[in-house]
Nanobody
Framework: QVQLVESGGGYVQAGGSLRLSCAAS????????VAWFRQVPGKEREFVAH????????YYADFVKGRFTISRDNAKNAVYLQMNSLKPEDTAVYYC??????????????????????WGQGTQVTVSS
């Protein structure tokens, strides 16, 4: 069982940066692949970034490539999303998600929220123009 808690959201002007953190409980977090999704009211949750459990593979949505970076620190049981060159359209609630690497679900699409078993409560990011 893993519990995820996001932090680091807030208000920022367009062009600015924020770093989101996701603190995970559980001693075996190192064998979980992780991802960030985001959601705005009235729209479906959308994929932002994925990092596999080894830390060797990353995937990004096209709209964040070159601006966002996902990383993890297994010693701290933490996942991060560094967001640079923020745009007003990045405004959303950002969610951290995780899936046990050896589970059947882990073979699903990394962009599909149904692949992930564990979710945080979300952190609001607001980018003003």
């Amino acid at each position: 069982q893993v519990q995820l808690v996001e932090s680091g959201g807030g208000y920022v002007q367009a062009g600015g940066s924020l770093r989101l953190s996701c603190a995970a409980s559980g001693r075996t977090f190192s064998v979980y692949s992780v991802a960030w999704f985001r959601q705005v009211p009235g729209k479906e949750r959308e994929f932002v970034a994925h990092l596999n459990w080894t830390g060797g593979r990353t995937y990004y949505a096209d709209f964040v490539k070159g601006r966002f970076t996902i990383s993890r620190d297994n010693a701290k049981n933490a996942v991060y999303l560094q967001m640079n060159s923020l745009k007003p359209e990045d405004t959303a609630v950002y969610y951290c998600a995780a899936v046990y690497a050896y589970s059947r679900r882990a073979s699903g699409l990394h962009t599909d929220q149904r692949t992930y078993d564990y979710w945080g409560q979300g952190t609001q990011v607001t980018v003003s123009s």
